[in-house]
């Protein structure tokens, strides 16, 4: 049986209800043991007086009917005085089977006892068959003795059943009075024989030997019954024996047992007188130590109840107290044990948690309230409550502790994310200045590169602004159309060659969430290529749906299993708390911020034939008409911050291509390269299938050749690398405010930004070197093919100017 997992309270009732139940069995049991002889003490009453008064009476009265029975066989003629004799026993019978029937001597009698009264009443049914064969002499003398003489042993039998008093002393005494009444029963017998011969004149044929046996045996029986009898007993049976009528009954027995033959002249009447007198006496004694036996026994009796009730009521006290004790104590350990458990539940289920939320909430928390001192007592639960409540302070402090490091972790991930996007926003407007200068079109496409680099450096710094719980700094005034919002997503993507723009049906953004919703997409987008095989394309749709718009990305990878799914629906439907143990899902954790962030639902979801599609549904509240091309309203001839934004957005327009050939000077004149519009080195042709003008790259006649730059640069003294770092630190003040004049110089907007994306979005060069090591392999395809990828294969929307940046 386990009991590990019960209760307390039913582990410590267990522990009560067995000891307690031993306990009250054995009172029980020892109570029964005693009660049962005082019992049977009380029964001796009971039986004496309904049993051995009626019994001695029956036995008495068939005596002399068997004397008088073997008297009639013996002579010629019917007695009268057998009849009344008849009469007599039959009304002895008759007042024990009274007896014998009542519930009251069954009740009193064990089953020895109602075994031996069932065979005295069946042998005493016999008695008128007997007296049938008397009358009409079918049977002798002998058979007459044997006939009276079985019917009284019977009962003496019955009498011997008595004697199973509980006292050794009494029941040897009760024994000791039943050996004498069958002494004298033999003695009866004797007589019986006697006067048979008396009457026939001689000894029947075996009746002087059978007489001779039979008073043998009568003082056999009578020697060993005295021997048993207490001393006074034994003294009273000595002044008996001692008697006149006795010691000529012993006188007249000898002179019978000398004498082959009945004597000559043996004085009958001497006999009868000495034997009616010696059963008399015998008959009385027996009476007599009946009596004292059962006034004996009644005392003793009383004695053994009182005793037993003394002890029956001390068992029940202390049962009684036993089970209030352990109901005490065992309510008493239920309850502070049920403290102790219900402090551990409520600090592990409510305080704690609310103390981690309001410590994340930015509350100050006090450790001594929050964690209160619980008094449990001095024994082992008290020590146990102690040891829980430094456990608690431990862990309110822990908590106090880790949440004031995570605290401290974002602040250092928000400082450095700052500092990060500071240096990314001054790189790029350093790109875009030196775009602006450079008319070579290797020197641009190189560039060019670098600055889509950047632009994924931007977004990385943004995962590390989400991940400290802070918003992005870019950001929109005026609607943004979808379409572009898609494109600007594609832009920050590596892979963005490899993805398809499809139908986007019109639609704008609301500037407050274009950047986020940018973000949101590049990771899903990013996901979509990461984790698809390198040949596969990756298709964007956008439509308009009741309640809002949806763009949908679908890959063509493996999927995910059903399990995987799930979680990662779960994950991305609730902004999870960032968790740096989980390090390989750290796309989940901004896609899912992003979307929390503006009310955006995203959801996986299995596609035909193969892999995966993140639809994302962009609320009604942030949607709106698709904004028109280029500056409106009243303002529309001066180009402020937000309509150089949205020049930045439109001009993605481009979806990217494969190109078969590499860019660099081995290209042929008809290959195409992105270059930012108006520049002398590029022609504009028609445009293409998708409407889209492309150019044509053809080199300058002023280009200058590139220096050739050795692979093991030679140790520069620290003066010259001083002089170098001064040259740089120059170089970067005079960017600084060659940006500002470019942000107040209001003709800088009017002759339009230039792009990467103008021409197509950023050249794939495929002898430049990869931003990280290798294409991720099919297996990883398989797997992942639906998780948003972590922050390091990602990119930013291209932003020329250091003031739209730093927005």
Excluded at 66 to 91: F, K, W, Y
Excluded at 373 to 387: K, N, P, T, W
Excluded at 612 to 625: K, Q, R, Y
Excluded at 781 to 787: C, H, M, S, Y
Aim: proline share 7%; glycine share 8%; charged share 25%.
């Amino acid at each position: 049986m386990n009991t590990r997992d019960w209760p307390i309270r039913a582990k410590l009732t267990a522990l009560v209800i067995g000891p307690v139940t031993g306990l009250l069995a054995l009172w029980i049991f020892a109570t029964t043991l005693t009660f049962g002889p005082a019992l049977d003490l009380l029964a001796a009453r009971t039986l004496l007086y309904d049993l051995g008064r009626p019994g001695e009476s029956v036995v008495a009265e068939l005596q002399r009917e068997r004397r008088l029975s073997v008297v009639q066989l013996a002579g010629d003629t019917a007695l009268p005085a057998l009849a009344e004799q008849r009469a007599r026993t039959d009304r002895s019978i008759a007042e024990l089977r009274r007896h014998v029937d009542g519930e009251k001597l069954r009740d009193a009698a064990d089953d020895l006892l109602d075994a031996r009264l069932d065979q005295l009443v069946s042998a005493l049914d016999a008695l008128p068959a007997g007296r049938g064969f008397i009358d009409g002499r079918k049977v002798d003398q002998a058979g007459a003795v044997g006939l009276y003489s079985g019917m009284i042993g019977s009962a003496f039998q019955t009498f011997a059943a008595m004697a199973t008093l509980p006292d050794a002393q009494l029941n040897r005494q009760a024994l000791a009075l039943t050996g004498l009444g069958r002494s004298r029963e033999l003695l009866g017998q004797a007589d019986a024989l006697l006067a048979g011969a008396v009457t026939a004149g001689r000894y029947a044929e075996g009746e002087h030997e059978q007489l001779v046996r039979t008073i043998e045996n009568q003082r056999f029986l009578a020697e060993n019954a005295v021997a048993d009898l207490p001393a006074a007993e034994r003294t009273g049976y000595q002044r008996l024996t001692e008697g006149e009528a006795f010691v000529r009954l012993r006188a007249l027995q000898d002179t019978l047992v000398r004498a082959r033959d009945l004597p000559a002249g043996f004085d009958i009447r001497a006999w009868e007188t000495s034997h009616a007198a010696v059963a008399q006496g015998l008959r009385d004694f027996e009476l007599r130590g009946a009596d004292t036996l059962t006034e004996r026994s009644v005392p003793m009796a009383v004695q053994i109840l009182v005793r037993l009730a003394a002890a029956g009521l001390l068992g029940l006290v202390a049962i009684v107290v036993c089970v209030l004790v352990a109901l005490r104590v065992g309510r008493s350990l239920d309850r502070r044990l049920t403290g102790v458990r219900t402090a551990a539940l409520e600090m592990a289920e409510h305080r704690l948690p609310d103390v981690v939320a309001r410590l994340r909430r930015g509350e100050e928390v006090d450790v001594a309230r929050e964690a209160p001192e619980l008094d449990h007592g001095g024994d082992e639960i008290g020590q146990v409550g102690r040891a829980f409540n430094e456990v608690r302070r431990t862990a309110v402090q822990a908590a106090v502790d880790e949440v004031t490091l995570r605290r401290g972790l974002n602040e250092v991930f928000l400082n450095i994310a700052r500092r990060s996007q500071g240096l990314v926003h001054r790189q790029l407007a350093l790109l875009d200045r030196l775009e602006r200068r450079t008319e070579d079109p290797d020197e641009l496409a190189g560039l060019f590169q670098v600055d889509h680099l950047a632009t994924r450096l931007r977004r990385h710094a943004e995962d590390l602004v989400i991940l400290a719980g802070a918003a992005p700094g870019r950001g929109w005034r005026n609607p943004v159309a979808a379409v572009d919002v898609v494109r600007g997503a594609i832009s920050e993507v590596e892979s963005y060659d490899r993805v398809d723009v499809g139908e986007v049906q019109p639609a704008g953004v609301l500037g407050r969430a274009v950047g986020d919703l940018i973000h949101l997409l590049a990771e899903l987008i990013e996901n979509a290529t990461v984790f698809s095989p390198p040949g596969t394309r990756v298709d964007i749709s956008g439509r308009t749906v009741p309640g809002g718009y949806t763009v949908e990305v679908t890959d063509r990878g493996l999927g995910m299993s059903p399990t995987a799914l799930a979680d990662a629906n779960r994950k991305l439907s609730h902004a999870p708390e960032f968790d740096p143990a989980d390090s390989a899902r750290l796309g989940h954790f901004v896609v899912a911020r992003l979307a929390a962030r503006h009310g955006v639902r995203i959801e996986l979801r299995p596609a035909a034939p193969g892999g995966i599609t993140a639809a994302v549904f962009v609320p009604s509240d942030l949607v709106t008409a698709e904004p028109a091309i280029g500056p409106t309203g009243p303002d529309a001839d001066r180009p402020g911050r937000d309509d150089r934004r949205m020049a930045k957005v439109t001009r993605l327009a481009t979806v990217p291509r494969t190109r078969a050939a590499r860019p660099g000077r081995d290209r042929p004149e008809s290959a195409v390269v992105p270059l930012p519009a108006g520049r002398p080195s590029a022609v504009e042709t028609p445009a293409d299938g998708d409407g889209l003008p492309r150019r044509v790259r053809r080199r300058g006649p002023a280009a200058r050749p590139r220096p050739v730059v050795a692979d093991n640069p030679a140790h520069r003294p620290p003066e010259e690398a001083r002089r170098a770092m001064s040259a740089l630190q120059a170089g970067t003040a005079r960017g600084r405010r060659d940006g500002s004049r470019a942000a107040a110089d209001p003709g800088a907007a009017r002759r339009g930004p230039t792009s990467t994306a103008a021409a197509g979005g950023p050249a794939a060069d495929p002898t430049a070197a990869p931003d990280r090591a290798g294409a991720p392999s099919t297996d990883a395809a398989r797997t992942r093919a639906a998780e948003p990828s972590p922050p390091e294969p990602a990119a930013a929307p291209d932003q020329r100017t250091a003031t739209e940046r730093d927005a």
